[in-house]
């Protein structure tokens, strides 16, 4: 029996953790603290900091893993590929590689000298002062945080310095970056690459939440709609020309793009797939598994057919978004799905109080159905 260790033990690694255990493997988790579903799903739960490679490198080593993986987690992901190639397991990119693409500024850099996807951006180091910067509005980001956390949305230099505060105060490393709004509808997409080629690109509406909180997801759609669907030649030589720039040979990438009105622009490459279950619905749409292609590929499969992939039926994973400072009850739960529902799941119980990441919103779960 094959043993895979997956870092994290959140809602999105159980969707990793069960296909690895359908497939017979073994599968261990670890995490900073015992919590997420995670926990019991898997077959054991190991008490070690994702984000700590020495301390992972040593779990996996005494487990004796075939592979080290996670889903959705930018911290995670320095670790995975660390790990990964120290003890020559199967993983999909390179320590370089995964690190540029987490860390925004390095991201940006490299865009720029390629002459791909053109955004005016700042890198701001933690001692430095409110830069002259000109370009409004604009949006501030921490460099290497996730989660949409200390992001704020600027129309004025006098909002400057709040902003640059708060996104200091949520990067790991302390450093922000603030770039010019882009402004226009959202699209992500799933990447496959093989050999420098990319191989299979899945296009998705991304659908943002009309709350205070900048850049929160209230659902993703497939195919694109009429207001996006004009911008896919634009959008699949954008991916090509960023693999090329970037160097990515082999894996699973993840786009999210805001289509302008000079074309797409990137907005994040992740070195992973997404975090808001989105297999599952192209999956439901389309029949393709692509959770169980990346995983099996880490296992020694073959790459499947693309070719093969059916053409996406209208479908739509909405989010049941609500106040984390209130416990769900049994009466939201039966109400809030769709009555069409393919799919739903709650990540708590009634009477349970959400996983508090932000202040304002919480994601309860999520539901798939057909249509938009």
Known sequence: MKKALILGTLAGQVDAILTLQARDVEVHACGHRRQGPGVE???EFHLVDITDPEAVQALAQRIGVDLVYSVGSDIAMPTVAQVSDRLGLPHFHSPEVTELLRNKEMMRARLDEAGVSPVAYLF???????????????????????????????????DLPAALRLAKSEAISGNAILEELLVGPEVSAHVIVEDGEVRLILPSDRHVW????????????????????????????????????????????????IVTSNGPRIVEIASRLDGCHLWRMIKTSTGFDLLDAVLARLLGEPWPDFSAVDTPRPTTLEFFLENPNESVTEQYMESAPHADAEFVEFQLEAGQMPRRTNPTVARLGYQIYSGF
């Open 41 to 43: 799903v898997a077959d």
């Open 210 to 257: 009309a709350g205070p909180m900048v850049g929160i997801p209230h659902a993703h759609s497939i195919p694109l709609n009429s207001g996006t669907i004009e911008s896919s030649d634009e959008l699949v030589l954008l991916v090509e020309q960023c693999v090329s720039a970037i160097g990515v040979v082999n894996g699973p990438l993840y786009f999210q793009t």
């Open 124 to 158: 701001v180091e933690p001692t430095d002062p409110v830069p002259p910067w000109t370009v409004f509005p604009a949006i501030v980001k921490p460099v290497d945080s996730q989660g949409q956390r200390g992001i704020s949305i600027v129309e004025s230099p006098e």
